[in-house]
Every structure is written in structure tokens, then in C-alpha cells.
Nanobody
Framework: QVQPVESGGGLVQAGGSLRLSCTAS???????MGWYRQAPGKQRELVAT???????DYADSVKGRFTISRDNLRNTMYLQMNSLKPDDTAVYYC?????????WGQGTQVTVSS
């Protein structure tokens, strides 16, 4: 039973920063974790992923601004978001890959004002 829980969303002005967290503690091994986002009227898109070994991948739209990291012992993932833009506004979802399945959190709202 895996229940990812996101936190850290909120309202911020353009150019500001936020740090998102996702925790999925339990007696299981997480292969990979990732952040996705979905804006109203748009498809859900990949933001960043990180494997257990630490390999990262970023969407082109966030490269150089966002940093994904992971605490394997706590099954916790972070997304440091800097230089935020209005088009970063979306619900951000944590995805946990474990036990040959994907598990999604409920999402946390990030709103960037211009």
C-alpha cells in the first residue's frame, strides 16, 4: 500500500521560488519517483524524474530552473523550483514507481502570478 503525499505548493509571484515535497514512507523499495503537472485544459506533463541511483531527467521547459532530489532512506522526493513563471501554474503530482506499479498523489496547487 503506497500513498504518496505532496506538500509545499502555494501562491508565489513570478521570479519567486517554491520547494515541493513528496513522501511515500513504508516497507517497500521505490525504483523511481517523478513530478508531473497539469494545468486546466491541458494534458498532464512530465516535469522531472529521479531514479534510485540518482539519475535525473527534466522537461525542457524547466531545465536550469528546477532541481529534483531524493532521500532514499525516507522515500522522500523534493522539487526545488526557482525563477517561477506564470506558465508554471498547475497542479503538481508526485508519481512513485514501486512494486511494478505507479502510484499517484492527490496533487498540490502551484500558482504563479505575473
Amino acid at each position: 500500500q503506497v500513498q504518496p503525499v505532496e506538500s509545499g505548493g502555494g501562491l508565489v509571484q513570478a521570479g519567486g521560488s517554491l520547494r515541493l515535497s513528496c513522501t511515500a514512507s513504508g516497507s517497500f523499495t521505490i525504483n523511481a519517483m517523478g513530478w508531473y503537472r497539469q494545468a486546466p485544459g491541458k494534458q498532464r506533463e512530465l516535469v522531472a524524474t529521479i531514479t534510485k541511483a540518482g539519475t535525473t531527467d527534466y522537461a525542457d521547459s524547466v531545465k536550469g530552473r528546477f532541481t529534483i532530489s531524493r532521500d532514499n532512506l525516507r522515500n522522500t522526493m523534493y522539487l526545488q523550483m526557482n525563477s517561477l513563471k506564470p506558465d508554471d501554474t498547475a497542479v503538481y503530482y508526485c508519481k512513485v514507481s514501486a512494486m511494478m506499479r505507479d502510484y499517484w498523489g492527490q496533487g498540490t496547487q502551484v500558482t504563479v502570478s505575473s
